[in-house]
């Protein structure tokens, strides 16, 4: 998303022309002395109506086929012109001069980063980084603490894209940034390590200052790069990472559906101890599986495809990073398995009216599943039947068994189990399972469990954590663990 100029200012590359000739005309008319009461009815009014284009709410017209070119690339030129522009015109106008010229901003994450070519979910916050000169004064410096907020609040109210305001990464002076890099205290150290060497390579540089860059760049180059795999995969302190919830060291938090309020989420595929409890499941019946269950797109397919694109963009090949190449099976799975994460992403922001920043678009969990597969019209089931039965992303026996469940849901089909009640309260309390009693008599009863959505959904998540497990344990890991050697510093 970006191409650096003489300046070193790093200007937008935008997916469409219609935001490269958007940026060539303000460009022209911020020359020719535009207002600034113009350029921010300018910002307003194209905002308003690209976002009208962009923000479908109707669910029926949102398809895998059109969701990438339709939706994700434009989205991530709309946010990128507004954000960029809006700080380069409006906002550093209005802060000190002398706090301008001693000033770094840059953006990270997959609004601003050069490894994100397929666009944005509407959820996608910016991340913005402000760094000072140790010699600005502190005064200066709580002026600029200030705006920032109200830079990100304005941004909120005009345009409803969330600034990300990070207390510990935000506004920082390269003293701020060397302490932590050398902190005593290990998780300090490590949470800034990563932050720093895992973005280097890919940040988007809004205001320059080539000094206060290279200080930076200065301390975390000699650092080695499987920090990048740490940040977006591994150990950062700061993120419920991908490994780390796999292991069951951090818990997931989630804004439930049912409460609108942060908590911990429970029964999450991919973490030992839901599998753990799912095997009793299995040696009841082969098709027995959870009703309720929670998938972290965010944490898990989605981190590992922006790692994967961040190390390309770093300069590594693919098969520098463990695949073969371009058709690489796991290689074509991550990349088809991405694509479905935004689509879901897309249609909880449409589907449960997260207009507001209430909706938490992370995850699917077994409700929003059945919710998506219930309804008879629509793109959903056909898309998502399209892609989980297409080449690579299940294997041809899980492609067959998805292929009889969901005929079974179709035919309203039921598992029969002769099981106690003493045997099933757990089963329920734990799993969300429905019985319909077919004998209510002493001793094991005849029982129905039926074939449902929540149920296919959770085997074919399950089959995809397993497959993206497998990805980074036998690929990845070993790849970056092998190499040492720095790319592009």
């Given amino acids: 998303m970006r191409v650096m100029n003489a300046s070193g200012l790093m200007q937008p590359v935008y997916h469409g022309d219609f935001f490269r000739s958007c940026q060539e005309r303000l460009d022209a008319a911020v020359e020719r002395g535009i207002t600034r009461e113009k350029l921010e009815a300018f910002f307003i009014g194209l905002y308003t109506d690209q976002a009208k284009t962009i923000n479908t709410a109707d669910i029926q017209q949102v398809s895998m ?112 940034i060397r302490a932590r890099l050398a902190h005593r205290n290990r998780k300090t150290k490590l949470g800034a390590s990563l932050f720093y060497k895992g973005n280097s390579g890919s940040l988007f540089i809004i205001h320059n200052n080539s000094d206060i860059h290279t200080a930076i760049l200065d301390e975390v180059s000699p650092l080695p790069d499987h920090l990048i795999f740490e940040n977006f995969l591994g150990s950062n302190p700061a993120k419920p990472g991908y490994l780390r919830l796999k292991n069951d060291e951090v818990p997931l938090s989630i804004i439930s559906d049912a409460t609108l309020e942060s908590e911990p989420a429970g029964s999450l595929i991919g973490s030992r101890s839901f599998l753990q409890a799912c095997r009793q499941l299995a040696g009841i019946h082969p098709d027995l599986f959870p009703q309720q269950w929670i998938f972290s797109m965010k944490y898990s397919i989605n981190r590992a495809y922006d790692y994967v694109s ?82 690579h992303f299940l294997l041809a026996s899980q492609r067959q068994r998805y292929s009889f469940y969901a005929k079974s849901i179709h035919d ?54 397993s497959r993206l497990s497998s990805i980074v344990n036998r690929k990845l890991a070993p790849a970056i663990r092998g190499t040492e050697r720095s790319h592009g510093q």
């Fill in 65 to 176: 086929a059109t969701l990438e070119s339709g939706i994700l690339k434009p989205r991530q030129d709309l946010y990128v012109f507004i954000l960029y522009n809006w700080i380069r015109f409006l906002f550093l106008p209005s802060i000190d001069e002398a706090v301008r010229e001693r000033l770094l901003i840059f953006g990270v994450g997959r609004i601003f980063s050069a490894y994100s070519n397929i666009g944005v979910q509407y959820c996608t916050d910016a991340d913005l980084n402000f760094v000072l000169d140790d010699s600005v004064p502190a005064a200066a410096e709580k002026r600029l603490i200030r705006a920032v907020a109200e830079l990100k609040q304005t941004i909120w109210d005009l345009f409803t894209i969330i600034v990300e305001v990070n207390s510990s990464f935000t506004v920082l002076r390269i003293r701020d």
């Fill in 310 to 391: 961040a190390m390309v963009h770093a300069g590594y090949s693919l098969r520098e990073i463990g695949f073969t190449g371009s058709r690489d099976p796991d290689y074509v799975f991550l990349g088809q398995a991405h694509r479905l994460m935004l689509f879901l992403q897309e249609l909880i922001h449409i589907k449960l009216d997260s207009y507001t920043n209430l909706c938490d678009y992370s995850y699917i969990s077994a409700d929003r599943f059945a919710g998506f597969m219930d309804p008879p019209k629509g793109f959903f089931r056909r898309d998502f039947d399209a892609m989980v039965l297409s080449p």
């Fill in 412 to 465: 309203k089909k039921e598992i029969i189990l002769s099981i106690t009640n003493t045997q099933m309260e757990p089963l329920v309390a734990n799993f969300g399972l429905r019985f319909r009693h077919l004998d209510n008599g002493s001793g094991k009863n005849p029982v129905a469990v039926p074939y449902t959505w929540e149920g296919l959904g959770f085997f074919v998540f399950s089959a995809l954590e």
